[in-house]
């Protein structure tokens, strides 16, 4: 694995060293030790897989609150997504500072989110599915959101004639302090 240091401090886009032949290839996808080397301490405590029927699907922006902060390990299996995180760490240099990057079943990139930053993305392509490594198991009172378009953040979204996003995601209020 290849890992990419972002503007964001801690996240790493990650890129997989395939080895192929005739048969297709072979990619780790995750190590323990690799990961320690870059100062990533992550265990795996859920696994969840994200189907997205159309193009233009949002999702986000998500995040849980102490005591059980969440890190999360993104990847795109199929189709593509233009993924966002947002720094929400009070005490960082890039607080509510952002940054993207397209993760596709064609790049085969990985992005590690660090505790304490809010997650979203949207579809590119219809029929994506979107598999997450998460080291915190969910807990639906400590589960919060944030808008997608919350001005204090500035995400600039791809273009789509047409948003597909939940009602709940729609109901989260501006990022308060």
């Known amino acids: 694995m ?8 801690n996240v790493f886009v990650i890129e997989l060293e395939l080895v192929e032949d005739n048969r297709g290839f072979f990619a ?3 190590c323990e030790k690799e990961f320690e080397e870059h100062s990533i ?3 795996t405590m859920q696994c969840n897989i994200s189907y997205n029927k159309q193009k233009g699907t949002l ?5 849980q609150t102490a005591p059980y902060y969440e890190a999360k390990l993104v990847h795109c299996i199929k189709g593509s997504i233009y993924d966002v995180i ?11 500072k952002w940054i993207s990057v397209e993760l596709s079943e064609m790049n085969k990139k990985m992005i590690y989110i660090p505790e304490r930053f809010a997650h979203g993305f949207l579809t ?3 029929d994506t599915e979107v598999f997450y490594q998460m080291s ?3 807990h639906q009172e400590y589960a919060r959101g944030v808008r997608w378009d919350d001005k204090s953040f ?4 791809p273009y789509m004639e047409k948003y597909i996003i939940s009602n709940k995601d729609q109901k989260w209020e501006e990022y308060k302090i």
């Open 41 to 43: 301490y992550f265990k």
């Open 59 to 63: 999702r986000g922006l998500h995040y």
């Open 86 to 96: 947002v720094d929400l760490r009070e005490n960082s240099k890039t607080f509510k």
């Open 124 to 126: 590119l392509e219809d």
């Open 2 to 9: 290849i890992f990419k240091e972002t503007d964001l401090s």
């Open 28 to 30: 780790r996808c995750f």
């Open 154 to 157: 500035n995400v600039k979204w």
């Open 136 to 138: 915190e198991f969910y």
